[in-house]
């Protein structure tokens, strides 16, 4: 073993000493102007003069170390060549190095502030884990929800919302991006970030999720080689909260949590013993894409109400202030609203009573279901005309899942939603379709996560065909145009969702110039990651599914609205209420019509009318008049057809 010098121990102890901290670090240069100013001091004492004592002398280099004015005053030449050695050393040591190191630390703390380590000290807040492709339209929603975020506000007895948001590593570039949002803009001052992952119970600590009102959860980044998903990611978040909640004898908070894999759902019930509303990402879009294969054009129905903007949304409201009456009566009291229907208590569950007969009597503990273009409209207005009453009787049931049986559809690409959608392809019974999945991913790999994802095969026909969609050579040879539906979906395996668009963009417009050449043409839909590409395709003839969009919508709302999360999901699952497009001949309409007797025609066979789906689009492109004021007349053209919300039910397996 070679000895070790003098000098390198000093250096080790002198280092180990600095990597403590500005403290130390400023320690450490203390005792070196002590040191210099007690050599400097004993080099003069021996001159005598004005140096009565050692420490006098001392003193003298103390102040010529410090401060170089005193330069001018010395006598003497060795005084002065110790003084000027003295005020060189002041400028290295005391100037120089106390200056880096409380610069270095303030830029040091400032860059902590800046991450936000620092735990908030709120309460009643909103929470949200995650930095994701859905945190900027779901803080949009959040802010713009201004008669739903009113009543919360109401409820937790606080007079303004603050939205707490916890990334993997907060910036100012994050801090950018919200002020650039259009629908955040100047009230980014509202939505505080804090640095740390959502699986750090330290990281839970500091965005204070114990006191807040509600905890959102969206589902993290996928990567599909990774061990560790979104959805595990989730439940260690849940199990943290719960711990915490141990640990500090405190109430659990009210969370909303979003799954990719809907078979997750027994064990986050498990994770989290408080009040949570699983929203399940996968199925719900593929939900969506099966309803708008059965009914080409409700996509446009989904984006008016599942995402902000201009339109209508579903609401939710208290039965307390119209206890005792009907659904009719209050249908003619709202004349901006329809009235879809109630949820009923039944000991702690609720009965979902979509298209329910307008005599049905509302009691206080009920939450009626409305459609309105704001949430102002669903408050009683002394001042509006009350309409005529509309008597509504039980809603005729139809079979549903008919229109899939032998329809060919195309699925471009892949990704984790894949199974998802060919389980709920599936779910419609006898009526099932033909798929085949056109992917560069091998079909091994495809069957393997298929086959996790179901034991038995999800759809009895479907088949894997590798190619690139993106070649125009293997597109032709699939022959796109002998299909009845083409689905193009986003990839998850591109490191952005810029990225996936992009590729789904350029697909579609090489699947446009194939299909031109054709006689006749597939109903095309396309989902999307990003809502401001939808606008590169000018004049597109797809249908676009925004999936963070929708996704962050419905997570915002159910934070909001808990009991939204039941409705949506009657809406949009096999059997129950549904949103149809229907024939305006299947109904005796008089040539010219309002909407209010559309209303009372359609009532006879117990079913709600939403508004028109036009044949042709408007000025902005819009195809559907959604909640059409009662007394304009519908003018309703060859090949128009009637949004309706009708109860179905579903159809039996064979």
């Not at 005084?79 to 106390?98: A, E, K, P």
């Not at 409209?377 to 509006?384: C, I, L």
């Not at 997570?555 to 549904?578: I, K, M, N, S, Y």
């Amino acid at each position: 073993m070679l000895p070790f010098r003098v000098v390198d121990r000093v250096k080790f102890i002198v280092e180990r000493q600095l990597v403590k901290g500005a403290g130390f670090q400023l320690l450490v240069v203390g005792i070196f102007i002590g040191l210099i100013s007690l050599v400097g001091g004993l080099l003069v004492v021996p001159q005598g003069g004005d140096f009565d004592d050692p420490g006098s002398a001392v003193w003298w280099a103390f102040l010529r170390l410090t401060d170089p004015g005193y330069l001018g005053d010395d006598v003497g030449t060795w005084q002065r060549f110790v003084s000027t050695l003295l005020t060189i050393s002041g400028y290295v040591v005391f100037m120089g190095t106390l200056v880096a190191i409380l610069t270095r630390w303030l830029i040091a703390k400032m860059e902590d502030l800046e991450r936000g380590l620092t735990p908030v000290t709120l309460k009643n807040h909103v929470v949200v884990l995650g930095w994701t492709a859905q945190t900027l339209p779901l803080l949009s929603e959040l802010l713009g929800s201004s008669g739903r975020m009113q009543r919360f506000l109401e409820k937790y007895d606080t007079q303004k919302l603050n939205l707490v948001v916890l990334s993997e590593e907060a910036s100012a570039e994050q801090v950018h991006e919200l002020r650039s949002e259009p629908g955040i803009g100047r009230r980014a001052r509202q939505i505080i970030l804090r640095s740390g992952s959502a699986i750090q119970p330290d990281a839970l600590h500091r965005v204070a999720c114990l006191d807040a009102a509600a905890v959102i959860v969206p589902s993290a980044a996928y990567d599909s080689g990774s061990l560790i998903s979104s959805d595990v990611q989730t439940v260690k978040a849940l199990l943290s909260i719960a711990a915490q909640a141990r640990q500090y004898q405190a109430p659990l908070p009210f969370v909303v949590a979003e799954i990719q894999d809907i078979r997750k759902l027994p064990v986050v019930e498990r994770a989290y013993p408080g009040a949570v509303e699983v929203v399940a990402g996968n199925a719900t879009i593929s939900r969506l894409m099966v309803q708008n294969v059965l009914h080409p054009g409700l996509s446009e129905v989904y984006n008016e109400l599942l995402t902000a903007g201009e339109g209508n949304e579903i609401y939710l409201r208290s039965g307390e202030t119209v206890a005792g009456m009907s659904l009719g009566e209050l249908a003619a009291e709202r004349a901006g609203v329809i009235i879809l229907g109630l949820l009923r208590r039944q000991g702690q569950a609720w009965d979902i009573r979509l298209a329910a007969p307008s005599d049905t009597r509302i009691e206080a503990e009920d939450r009626v279901v409305m459609l309105a273009r704001d949430y102002a409209e669903t408050d009683a207005d002394p001042k509006a005309q009350v309409l005529p009453q509309i008597k509504r009787g039980e809603a005729k049931l139809a079979a549903r899942g008919e229109g899939l049986e032998g329809r060919r559809i195309l699925l471009l690409g892949w990704n984790r939603r894949v199974p998802s959608l060919m389980a709920e392809f599936a779910s419609y019974g006898p009526g099932q379709p033909a798929l085949d999945i056109v992917s560069v991913v091998s079909a091994s790999e495809r069957d393997q996560e298929i086959s996790r994802y179901a034991a038995g095969k999800p759809l009895r026909s479907y088949n894997h065909i590798e190619a690139d969609y993106m070649v125009e050579d293997e597109l032709r040879r699939i022959n796109p145009a002998s299909y009845d539906t083409i689905i193009l979906l986003g990839s998850d395996r591109l490191a952005s969702g810029e990225e996936a668009d992009a590729r789904t963009m350029v697909g579609y417009l090489q699947l446009e110039d194939v299909l031109a050449e054709a006689a006749r043409r597939p109903q095309l839909v396309m989902e999307l990651s990003d809502p401001d590409n939808s606008h590169l395709l000018y004049g597109h003839q797809s249908e676009m599914l925004i999936s963070p969009m929708i996704l962050s919508h419905i997570l915002a709302q159910v934070a909001l609205r808990r009991e939204l999360r039941l409705v949506l999901d009657e809406l949009f699952t096999v059997g129950g209420a549904e949103i149809q497009f229907r024939d305006p001949e299947d109904y005796p309409l008089p040539a010219s019509a309002d909407f209010q007797l559309l209303e009372r025609i359609l009532a006879v066979e117990g079913e709600i009318a939403l508004g028109v789906f036009r044949s042709q689009p408007d000025a902005a492109g819009r195809h559907l008049s959604l909640n059409p004021p009662r007394r304009d007349h519908l003018d309703i053209q060859p090949g128009d057809r009637l949004v309706v919300l009708c109860m179905t039910v579903k159809a039996a397996h064979s």
